[in-house]
């Protein structure tokens, strides 16, 4: 029972396999018949021969069937082919059809076509159409030439699939693609290539695009050969029918040639004719013509006679007028130059008036006194005048300088009220003075030249204002709607422009004498028996003053109803600004200009060349002062006023010696060693100017003050090239007084000693100079490191120390409080200048011992130069520190009467050494080596300072220093080193052997002195 089971099992799997195989192969031969070719069902054995038949069946007509659409598709894109090629009317058009329709056929993206160059005939290949071009590709390909040119070189197709680089590039508005494919075929003609299609896409190119490509080869190369003939046949026929242009266009001009040429010939015949009739009136006319020249003749040499007079006489009056414009100049630059020949006489009888009026002698009667007084008074009279002329004549001449500067619109009208509110007063007038809110409280200009204008306009207001009247001043900002005389001005804010108007209720101005204000040397009454005085300058010069400094004055007036006479001036002076310019005065003046640094004579007067000295036999100091005197050197050319100055001197405590001539001033500055020098800058021969320049290039003379007194304001320039200060002339007994307190002031002011710890050396100098700067009475003290500083601070009484914290030797705040407390002045203030982050333990600790910290950002030099005019100004007025007046160190007066030890093996040395010191007094002791050096200070124990060089025989310089330090009696016997070695690292060596200064060769005997005289002084 069980076997049967098993075997119907087996019979019911056989039949379902049979049944599977059977449906199989229905459903195979149902996709045949429907057209669904290339399916395959399983072949269950070799013996299944009948699923082998239907695969190979399927897959048969499936290959069949693609031959048979792959035919109809070549087919058809031939077709397309020839469609554009009929339809393709020139080349360009037919070039762009078949780009197009190859990118279509082939699914690519980019096409261009070529030809062989029907138009120059040259081995080259130029595009006719494309599809999809990214403007980069090539207009002309010559032969062999890339990838086109060999393809066409070696007629073969090139196929380039998933080129590794971007070929090419597909942009459009929304962005590009790379391709990596290239299909490049050539077209022939006739077994030749005229042609070549390259074809650019995404993807792949496949077998049958290239085959498409190959077989259209020669149709398009045929069509290409037709459409190349077209164009070259197109050319021709353009070329036949230019030439046919041009031959119409020459047998037009020939045929109307030949109609003129025959009216000529009529025109000619009938000219014979009217000649013939012509001549015979000619032959009359000519006759006349020869009477007619003759006149003419005899008429054009009368003429030509007249214009030889006439060119004499305009040659005669250019040179007048040349003679009346170089008078004209020659008038202004002697008034321009009058000012020190004027003034110097007037000076004296100024001075010598107000000095005779005080009569301290008790010797003078009232009447004297009285006569001395209107002396006086007609001396500053005849001043103003001078003035006014020299004014007026300084701006024809073109020589009035400008000296803008920052002050407040206050500090004028203080000046002002305060210089006119007295003489109002006198008179009964009331003087009313107002600054508006809306006034610009800062100027940048010349305020000597503003107040010079406002002195002429309240003068004017004070003359012609009856007692009892009123002036008033008002300082305020131009109204919205002024009327500006200069354009400029109306450029500007109103709030850049400054207002000052002067009002008065006086006489007032007629209508004819308004036409006369602001002109030279014109008065509303010029009459001999007028009421009021006046050269008439001041309205002339105020304007011309007001042009000077971009501005310009108004003025309103009515008789009897007072007047108001005001300027205007631009807040920020521009010295190139398009502000008009002053207007001339006359027409031969000079552009005023500010006055630039004249170029000065620096050479000096010879040793050898004696010079005559006309102030030899005056009777001054010379043989009185003795070295230490405040003797005072006054150059001056005019006898009279040197006398008045050599008396004002006594008075004031000086001893004085005179020079007349530059010359002589120099070389008794050299010979005479003067405190201080008051130099005229108007000298014959040469001028104050050089000798200005002499003083302060002399290493030995430029420490000297020098008080320049002239007649011309060029106060800028003086202190420019070194003046101590300034006095215009003429100058008043009072101005004299304060000069020589000035004076005296200097050559005593107090030293003060500051220390410059800072080892960049640059840096270093930087901040010595910013010191001088704010105080040339500063001993500025270098040290690199901070061996340097100790033996300066425990030997030398400082009184201020700039130190840097990042030092080679030392780099931590600690430094600070140790050195403070070896400091010789225990009151030193200590300001630190680092670019060292501190913590804020650091900060706590440096802020125990210093007085301030300045740390080396962007803003660093200002808060230093901040802390050091503190201390300036602290270490002046500080009432418990005590300061000895130091002599002029750099001039070696200290040496007078020292004794210094020179130790140099070099016998030269010694001599220049020696020389140079003992002429400034001191008492020299040589020695030849170290050894000779301590045998001298054993036998002198007197010596002040010793000069160590460090290079000798037997003992040098460190092994003598060190032995010297070693015996407590001379521990503190300054010791300086001359040496060759000048690192920073051997600077260090020295100190640390125990020297007190250093000096490197080859040695500046000036800094040396200067040197040997700080260590003295110590």
Not at 2 to 22: P, Q, Y
Not at 84 to 103: H, Q, V
Not at 138 to 158: C, H, R, W, Y
Not at 271 to 288: F, M, W
Request: proline share 2%.
């Amino acid at each position: 029972m069980l076997s049967g089971n098993t075997e119907l099992k087996s019979i019911r799997i056989s039949l379902a396999r049979l049944t599977d195989a059977m449906r199989e192969q229905i459903d195979l031969a149902t996709k045949i018949s429907y057209g669904n070719l290339g399916d395959t069902i399983k072949v269950r054995s070799k013996s299944d021969t009948l699923n082998e038949a239907l695969n190979t069946m399927s897959l048969e007509l499936k290959k069949l069937k693609d031959q048979a659409e792959a035919n109809s598709l070549l087919e058809k894109n031939i077709s397309e082919i020839n469609n554009a090629i009929i339809t393709s009317k020139k080349i360009t058009d037919f070039g762009a059809n078949i780009s197009k329709i190859l990118s279509q056929q082939t699914n690519a993206c980019q096409a261009t076509f070529y030809t062989t160059d029907y138009i120059d005939n040259k081995d080259n290949l130029i595009k006719i159409g494309s599809y999809a071009d990214d403007d980069n590709s090539p207009k002309t390909i010559a032969f062999g030439e890339g990838l086109i040119g060999e393809a066409v070189k070696n007629n073969e197709q090139k196929c380039l699939n998933n080129l590794s680089k971007e070929y090419s590039f597909l942009t459009s508005s929304l962005g590009k693609a790379a391709i990596y494919n290239v299909l490049i075929t050539p077209v022939a003609y006739k077994n030749t290539i005229i042609g070549v299609i390259e074809i650019g896409s995404l993807n792949n190119f496949s077998d049958a695009d290239q085959k498409l490509l190959n077989s259209l080869k020669n149709s398009l190369g045929n069509a290409t050969a037709v459409f190349i003939r077209n164009e070259e046949l197109k050319i021709s026929i353009e070329e036949i029918n230019r030439k046919n242009n041009i031959l119409q266009v020459q047998e037009e001009e020939l045929r109307q040639n030949n109609e003129e040429l025959n009216k000529h010939s009529l025109l000619l015949q009938q000219s014979e004719e009217e000649l013939k009739s012509q001549a015979a009136e000619l032959e009359q006319t000519n006759a006349y013509l020869e009477e007619k020249s003759r006149e003419l003749e005899t008429k054009n040499y009368e003429i030509e006679k007249k214009n030889s007079d006439l060119i004499i006489a305009q040659e005669e009056l250019n040179v007048k007028s040349e003679e009346i414009a170089q008078a004209s100049k020659y008038k202004s630059e002697f008034l321009a130059n009058m000012s020190h020949e004027l003034r110097t006489p007037l000076n004296s009888i100024l001075i010598l008036s107000d000095i005779l009026k005080d009569n301290t002698s008790g010797n003078l009667t009232n009447s004297q006194l009285e006569n001395l007084s209107v002396i006086n008074t007609s001396g500053k009279d005849l001043l103003d005048l001078i003035n006014d002329i020299l004014d007026i004549s300084k701006i024809e001449a073109g020589k009035v300088e400008i000296y803008p500067e920052n002050t407040v619109t206050e500090r004028i009208f203080s000046d002002m009220e305060g210089l006119f509110k007295t003489q109002m007063q006198k008179k009964n007038i009331r003087f009313e003075t107002t600054i508006t809110e809306k006034c610009p409280r800062e100027i940048y200009s010349d305020v000597g030249k503003i107040e010079q204008i406002l002195k002429n306009f309240l003068s004017n207001a004070l003359k012609f204002t009856p007692n009892g009247g009123t002036v008033t001043m008002t300082f305020d900002s131009p109204a919205e709607n002024w009327n500006y005389s200069n354009p400029q001005l109306a450029l500007i804010n109103k709030n850049q422009v400054l207002s000052i108007a002067i009002k008065d209720n006086g006489i007032g101005i007629s209508e004819e004498n308004k036409k006369k204000l602001f002109q030279s040397f014109q008065q509303a009454d010029s009459s001999t028996s007028r009421k009021y005085g006046g050269t008439g300058l001041g309205l002339s010069i105020s304007k011309q003053l007001a042009q000077l400094l971009k501005g310009e004055v108004f003025f309103d007036s009515e008789l009897n109803n007072g007047s108001t006479f005001g300027v205007l001036i631009p807040i920020k002076y521009q010295e190139n600004s398009n502000i008009a310019k002053t207007e001339p005065i006359v027409t031969a003046i000079h552009e005023t200009v500010v006055v630039k640094e004249e170029q000065i004579e620096s050479e000096y007067p010879k040793a050898n060349e004696e010079f005559v000295d006309l102030s030899a036999n005056i009777n001054d100091d010379r043989n009185l002062a003795d070295f230490d005197d405040k003797t005072v050197l006054i150059i001056e050319d005019d006898p009279s006023f040197a006398e008045v100055l050599l008396q004002v001197a006594h008075n004031n405590g000086f001893k004085a010696i005179i020079a007349h001539q530059g010359e002589t001033g120099f070389q008794y500055a050299k010979k005479y060693n003067p405190k201080a020098i008051i130099l005229d800058m108007k000298l014959p021969g040469i001028d104050g100017w050089t000798v200005l320049k002499w003083l302060k290039e002399d290493p030995e003379l430029k420490h000297i003050p020098v008080h320049v007194m002239s007649g011309m304001k060029r106060e800028k320039l003086a202190k420019e090239m070194g003046a101590f200060d300034f006095l215009v002339k003429p100058i008043t007994p009072e101005k004299l007084k304060n000069a020589f307190l000035s004076i005296d002031e200097e050559i005593n002011k107090v030293f003060k000693k500051v220390l410059v710890l800072e080892d960049d050396e640059k840096l270093n100098y930087s901040i010595k100079q910013l010191l001088h700067a704010n105080d040339k009475n500063t001993i500025c003290i270098q040290a690199y490191s901070r061996l340097e500083a100790e033996n300066i601070l425990t030997n030398v009484d400082i009184d201020c120390a700039i130190i840097d914290l990042g030092l080679p030797d030392s780099d931590n705040v600690k430094t600070i409080s140790e050195l403070k407390s070896i400091s010789k002045n225990e009151n030193i203030k200590i300001i630190i200048n680092t670019g060292k982050s501190l913590s804020e333990v650091e900060q706590l600790e440096l802020e125990k011992s210093v007085d301030s910290i300045v740390i080396k950002t962007n803003n660093a030099t200002e808060r230093l130069k901040d802390e050091i005019l503190l201390f300036l100004n602290k270490i002046e007025t500080t009432e418990n520190t005590e300061y000895k007046t130091a002599p002029n160190l750099s001039g070696g007066e200290i040496l007078k009467n020292k004794s210094i030890l020179i130790v140099d093996d070099d016998i030269r040395n010694i001599y220049a050494l020696s020389a140079a010191l003992t002429g400034k007094g001191a008492v020299i002791t040589t020695a030849f080596n170290g050894i000779e050096a301590l045998n001298a200070l054993e036998e002198h124990q007197s010596f002040d300072i010793i000069l160590m060089d460090i290079m000798m025989p037997e003992m040098d310089g460190f092994e003598a220093t060190k032995k010297i330090r070693e015996n407590a009696k001379w521990k503190n016997l300054p010791i300086i080193a001359l040496t060759a070695k000048a690192m920073k690292g051997d600077r260090d060596e020295i100190l640390k052997a125990g020297a007190s200064d250093y000096q490197s060769k080859p040695i500046d005997i000036q800094k040396l002195i200067s040197l040997i005289s700080i260590w003295i002084y110590k």
